[in-house]
């Protein structure tokens, strides 16, 4: 649904008083000199353009045996466990970004420092299902890792995802403005030297919590599509290599070990050995297609905190 910028300001003013605020709406329409039936048509029209969305919030501990037998297996600091309502990647996306959501809106209430990975389904997801966490005591920054991946147009999400991540946070984005791959180590080399992108590189030494997904080495139909992904030739030589998934770029394979090509001399984002010193590294994925990357990304200390759905957190607890 369409609506021009003043209609627009306008049911966006009245689902704030109404959804953030706490406003009545005999309030809401006092305030703003409307008709109480008009406040309700507003409120209608916020829901219906997206510009208001309901989330359905799992109780926390639902799976609690699960996800404490997983933090002990793998030696996580914690894990929180979702369960979709259907076998299908929408339903997956939406139970990731529910649990997510729910669990970053108090985990993050003491985080000044949020390192957050390029533009990614699940972390998309979890942005969309976050409610404004409000004013911090802190100072709280949201800072890009990694450069986007793909075509030109795809690359600008990376940003968008950092910017609407530090809006719901109540934190300052920084933006890493660079390509997530480029064509040699020289090329990559050069663009470091630009002063504000190495800069980026210090304030990455002092993050302490990281935001990812984890990518499968096959990138979903919709991923591909986008160009938001490795290439076909990359991804052939990675999985020569053994490579079965990545965070943030960096390739690791089934026990979680680095996997060496000359991608990781291209990749302009954060180092390995950067990443796995944050503190809290969460990490959001789910899904039998994924079920590798994520037993390696455990198993290598690339996540120390994952969110998963059910059927995922059983087979890696059945896992040899």
């Known amino acids: 649904m ?17 959804h953030e605020a706490g406003l009545r709406q005999p309030e809401i329409a006092e305030r703003l000199n409307l008709s109480q039936s008009r406040v309700s048509r507003l409120l209608k029209q916020a829901t219906e353009s997206g510009i208001v969305r309901t989330v359905v919030v799992s109780p ?23 369960e979709p309502i259907a076998p299908d990647d929408l339903s997956m996306l939406a139970a990731l970004g529910s649990a997510a959501a729910t669990y970053l809106e108090s985990a993050l209430s003491t985080a000044e420092r949020i390192g957050i990975s390029s533009w990614s389904q699940t ?35 990376a940003n968008h995802l950092a910017d609407q991540f530090a809006r719901v946070t109540g934190g300052t984005p920084r933006f890493f403005p660079a390509p997530g791959i480029v064509g040699s180590k020289a090329a990559r080399d050069a663009l470091m030297d630009d ?42 030589a990675l999985q020569a290599a053994g490579a079965v998934g990545d ?42 297609r994924k079920h590798a990357a994520i037993r390696g990304a455990v198993r290598g200390g690339w996540i120390n905190i994952l969110i998963t759905d059910r059927t995922t957190a059983m087979q890696l607890l059945a896992d040899d």
């Open 2 to 18: 369409q609506f021009a910028d003043e209609r627009l300001s306008l049911v966006t003013k009245v689902a704030k008083l109404y």
């Open 60 to 82: 926390a501990g639902l799976y609690a045996d699960i996800e404490e037998a997983l933090t002990e297996r793998y030696g996580l600091m914690d894990a929180v466990v979702a």
């Open 123 to 157: 972390l998309l997801a979890t942005v969309n299902s976050m409610a404004p966490i409000g004013p911090v005591r802190v100072s709280r920054e949201v800072v890009q890792v990694l450069g986007g991946v793909g075509r030109p147009d795809v690359q600008v999400q």
């Open 247 to 288: 965070v943030c770029l960096r390739f690791f394979d089934q026990n979680g070990e680095l996997v060496q090509t000359d991608l990781n001399d291209r990749v302009l984002g954060i180092t390995s050995e950067a990443l796995r010193a944050i503190p809290r590294r969460i990490g959001i994925a789910g899904g039998e």
């Open 195 to 236: 002063r504000y992108l190495g800069s980026m590189v210090e304030q990455w030494q002092d993050l302490n919590v990281l935001l990812a997904g984890i990518g499968a080495l096959e990138p979903s139909t919709l991923l591909a599509s986008s160009g938001n992904a490795v290439d076909e030739v990359e991804t052939e």
